[in-house]
């Protein structure tokens, strides 16, 4: 047996180890929530980021828009310039890895040489020369934009990389020491262990042959397999590995048929063509159905005045909605602000985009999109693009009928003593008409 002294110093080595291996445990355990908690904050903010990009590149086409003046939307892309300068900041506090902190320094280049592309895109503007102004913004700022949402993208992939890689080494050391010390445990629990008795051993060698014959019979009934079997058992089977779901593929919006619609609607001159044109921005956004709602002159309903993907049938039976009505559609006037409805199930969802211009919001639009695309920020971000011109259109024909209501048919005109404004309120009048 072991000296009592002996045996007390093996129990306090072992809490000794078991201690220093729970602090350093701890330690572990910190750490990977801290790389954990600097990455979610990482890709916070690059998400803050996209949204920003997004909206200034959506706040670039009033540059350029018909009847709008550039000014406040000068504003809104400076403030959007400057949060996303400030979220950069606050991602390079947060990232470890070098490619990522390279990805930023190619991002600051990105935001810089767009704030130089937007101060000529402006200087161009407010000298009414739009069309400079449009090829800056259409040509070189969304391609600046978009070389800057991939530096993001990039950011994002090495820190998230860098955060796996890290917390697998932390997890790795977490196995050791656990193993470490059980094996420690082990090694002491053995030491411990009282040792067997040498009258024991004598007495089992004077044993008579016909009892240790009995002895192994026993064994046999009880295994008659015999003892060379148990080393043949089969391993159990391990767990089947569990399978990786594949992760979805962001879809990028087409651009350049989001500019080539602003073209045309900053163009539209017969309410006649309007039809196609929704029909263009509802195949860009993917939507089956999309409606173009405007507010009356009190502000108190919202009245569907243009719509694709919706027979006649069902455009006469759509009523008004009331700008005090809880859903999203008078939400998104009320608060200027885009609005979503999720889809229920495997259906369809909807984004609802307030339609802006310099007075506030005068309508709205509803876009009848698939489930996975209603939270998808690039579609959001297209759907603020073609309502910010679409606004300057219905802004115009409100303009072009101050006394007619916009959801009158193409065949209504002003009293004949009012001939020479007829001619613009008819032109007015075939834009709700196109339903």
Known sequence: MRSRPVRLAAILLLAGACALAGLRLLSLDREIAARRDATDATEHLVREMRVALANVRADQIGYVAAGQEPGPWAERVSAGLAGVARDLAAVRALVREPAALAAIDASEGAIASLSELDARALEYAEADERLLASDLIFADGFGTVDRALDELELVEAAERSAERNATAALQGERLTI??????LALAVAGWLAPLPKPARAVAALDTPLPQVHRAADDIREADPAGGATLGERPLPAPPPSEAVEPGSVERRVDLAGAAAVCGDLARLADGSELPALLGRA??????????????????????????????????????????????????????????????????????????????????VVTAEVPGARVDDED????????????????????????????????????????????????RAAGYPAAR
Do not use: K
């Open 282 to 363: 509802s195949a860009l956004l993917d939507a089956p159905g999309l409606v173009v709602w405007v507010a009356d002159d009190e502000r108190q309903e919202l009245t569907p005045v243009a719509a694709h993907g919706y027979g006649d049938t069902v455009m006469a039976h759509l009523a008004g909605i009331a700008v005090s009505a809880d859903n999203a559609t008078a939400a998104a006037f009320r608060e200027a602000r885009l609005q979503t409805v999720p889809a229920s199930g495997p259906g369809h969802g909807a984004i609802v985009a307030p339609l802006l211009t310099h007075s506030g919001c005068v309508g």
């Open 379 to 426: 579609t959001q971000a297209l759907a603020l693009i073609l309502t910010a011109q679409l606004a300057a259109v219905v802004a115009t024909a409100a303009a072009d009928q101050s006394d007619a209501s916009l959801q009158t048919s193409s065949g209504q005109g002003r009293a004949a003593d009012h001939e020479e404004s007829g001619a613009s309120s008819e």
């Open 178 to 183: 656990l193993a470490g010390v059980a094996l």
